[in-house]
């Protein structure tokens, strides 16, 4: 019972842990979204965008797909249209980025399917052998 209790202390505490580090993190580092909901508050501020298709592409800017919206991205440089590109900048009262840094990555999408693939795998395997060498038994569980 007693450590039955110090498992519910201790999922609480991380429970409010990440709860607190929820709402400060996006204050600090806020997604696109947020600051396209909210432009004036959050014009100035940092964001990362994930990959996202080019749509277009014009003299000293280009623009981006991003959650079925386009965005206008202010850069010297243009991608080629139909990439995919990751843009780090800073957001701009009118809605668009101002890009310190941006780079292609046309493999995103298959990088993160194998990331999950390979973490479910571990998943799997982890309780396949967590089931192997233990059992419940008496509403408890015990090494086999």
Known sequence: MKRLLVALVAA???GALCWDA???LAEI????WMCREEPQKYAGK??????????????GSFQI???RDWVRVHSSLQPDVGSQVKVTGRFLPDGSI??????????FRIKRRGVIAVSMLV?????????RRFTWRDGAIHPK
């Open 65 to 67: 797909l991003y959650d």
């Open 22 to 24: 929820r709402d400060r």
């Open 98 to 107: 101002l890009a310190s840094t941006w780079a292609e990555d046309n493999a």
């Open 12 to 14: 609480a505490l991380f």
């Open 46 to 59: 940092l964001v990362w965008v994930n990959p996202c298709k080019v749509m277009a592409a014009q003299e």
């Open 123 to 131: 998943l799997v395997t982890f309780a396949f052998v967590l089931r």
């Open 29 to 32: 580092y806020p997604t696109l």
